[in-house]
């Protein structure tokens, strides 16, 4: 009787064990994946709405996230993965990035201007993604962008799309100046050399119907502050000064960073541009533009793009803008973009960075996905060539990035170059400083921050 009972008991915990074990076996591998789950973070500043278009039923700016990593996690072999997406306030990011890398708890990859991130590679809080970027993207995708994201010897940052900057001008208000041949074509970006330039402003000065443009200037400048500076920085370059040296310092001070210098103070001194120009923001000017006080300005493809929706909308009186080139002496244009792509922050967690890097490699090369840096200006060709036809501008965007300069450098310090900048720019235009002297205390200030941060950088300590 005992033995019966010990027998049934002992065959009864046999076949328990066979079904934990079994079921232990089943969640280790579920489709071939690994049991344990990996949770990653996704963070991105308000980017575009929808997956693909802003039109979409229940379209928000974390869509095309969310909507990436549910088809990441279907397909990925290795483990069960959560993708935990966070859309973060633009003006809350640096704040919310530094508390979290105090803290240990940075996320695992951030989708960004690259400008705005930059500073973060030289810290050593992100990590290359070399490894996951492979020969048919980077024969896809031109040159131009992988140097914006290249730092060092490293890639930091996947292109997705990118924002490219331009000059942008009233065609009604060159016509009434009797300036038509200087007008490009509605889906083209103009270039003009520096003399064509300085005929356009002088024309429009002496030439622009005041009855029918009263209050209105030839061209848009402002130094208020930190904002829209890039455009300033294009405007030092017109006379063919490199702005860095090879070892990333800055090299304004020449005869030519000071005929730059020089030549903003005469038009500015001309009554070619807005009057106090060193109480003007970039706001301020845009505004301007759009209500046709200014003939040019600045632009990028965002603005363009919500300026023409803005006088479809009937907020804003219609007009003709069209897009130009930043001139040079030289002749050859000066264009500049803001890529943006994905970065992967290191959280010291081999398994969570492996995961992470993958899901960016397959957000930023998925066929699908790919399509919908079309709410930007695409960086891969052959999306361009398949969204031509519905946005001819993101061809002629293209055609120009062979004049793209790198506005950054991606020296380390960037951002508190832009605090040193506009200073100078006033004192520019109150006269407070003599252009030469602007270009040389800029130089002396910048590279004083350049070299500080080179000596925290993980980049230059290699």
């Known amino acids: 009787m005992f033995k019966k009972r010990y027998l049934t008991v002992l065959t009864a915990m046999l076949l328990l ?25 996704v963070w991105l500043t308000p980017q575009w709405k929808g997956v693909m278009d802003g039109s979409e039923d229940g379209a928000d700016y974390d869509s095309f996230f969310k909507y990436a990593a549910e088809k990441f996690s279907k397909q990925y072999k290795e483990h069960d993965v959560k993708v935990n997406v966070e859309v973060i306030a633009g003006d809350q990011r640096d704040e919310l990035l530094n508390v979290n890398l105090n803290g240990g708890t940075p996320p695992d990859v951030f989708f960004e201007s690259v400008f705005a991130m930059g500073d973060y590679a030289h810290r050593g809080a992100l990590v290359p993604l070399n490894d996951v970027i492979d020969d048919e993207a980077k024969k896809d995708i031109p040159e131009s962008y992988w140097e914006s994201v290249t730092f060092g010897e490293d890639i930091y940052f996947y292109p997705f799309s990118h924002m490219p900057g331009t000059l942008a001008y009233n065609a009604d208000m060159f016509k009434a100046a009797g300036l038509d041949e200087y007008i490009a074509g509605e889906n083209e970006i103009g270039t003009w050399t520096l ?9 429009l000065k002496d030439n622009l119907p005041k009855d029918k443009y009263p209050n209105a200037y030839p061209m848009g400048l402002y130094a208020l502050n930190n904002q829209g500076d890039t455009w300033n920085l294009a405007y030092l370059r017109m006379f063919g000064n490199s702005f860095f040296d090879k070892d990333g310092h800055i090299t304004l001070d020449d005869a030519d ?22 109480s003007v923001s970039s706001n301020d000017a845009n505004a301007m533009f759009q209500n046709q006080q200014l003939a040019i300005s600045f632009t990028n493809s965002v ?28 002749g050859d244009p000066l264009t500049f973009t803001y890529v943006t792509g994905a970065a992967v922050f290191n959280t010291n967690d081999e398994t969570r960075m492996k995961v992470s890097k993958d899901f960016v490699q397959f957000v930023s090369s998925d066929p699908e ?20 036809n519905d946005n001819p501008l993101f061809a002629a965007y293209n055609d120009n990035a062979q ?16 605090q040193v900048l506009y200073p100078e720019l006033q004192a520019l235009f109150t006269g407070d400083k003599t252009p030469k002297q602007v270009v040389k205390d800029y130089q002396e200030k910048g590279n004083q921050i350049i070299e500080e941060s080179k000596a925290n950088s993980v980049i230059y300590q290699k």
């Open 369 to 388: 996905l790919v399509k919908a840096s079309k709410n930007g200006i695409p960086v891969r060709d052959s999306v361009i060539e398949e969204f031509k």
């Open 303 to 330: 603005l363009a793009t919500n300026a023409k929706a803005d006088m479809e909308s009937g907020k804003t009186q219609k007009f003709d803008m069209r897009l130009a080139n930043i001139p040079s002496e030289s």
């Open 257 to 278: 960073g000071v005929k730059a210098a020089e030549w903003l103070k005469k038009v500015y001194e001309s009554g070619y541009t807005n009057p106090g120009a060193e």
């Open 403 to 418: 004049y793209m300069f790198n506005f950054t450098g991606n020296v380390p310090g960037y951002s508190q170059l832009r």
């Open 195 to 203: 003399k064509d330039y300085e005929k356009i402003l002088k024309g």
């Open 17 to 41: 064990l066979v079904i934990v074990t079994g079921c232990s076996n089943d969640s280790k591998e579920s489709n071939g994946k690994e049991s344990d789950q990996v949770e990653i973070s």
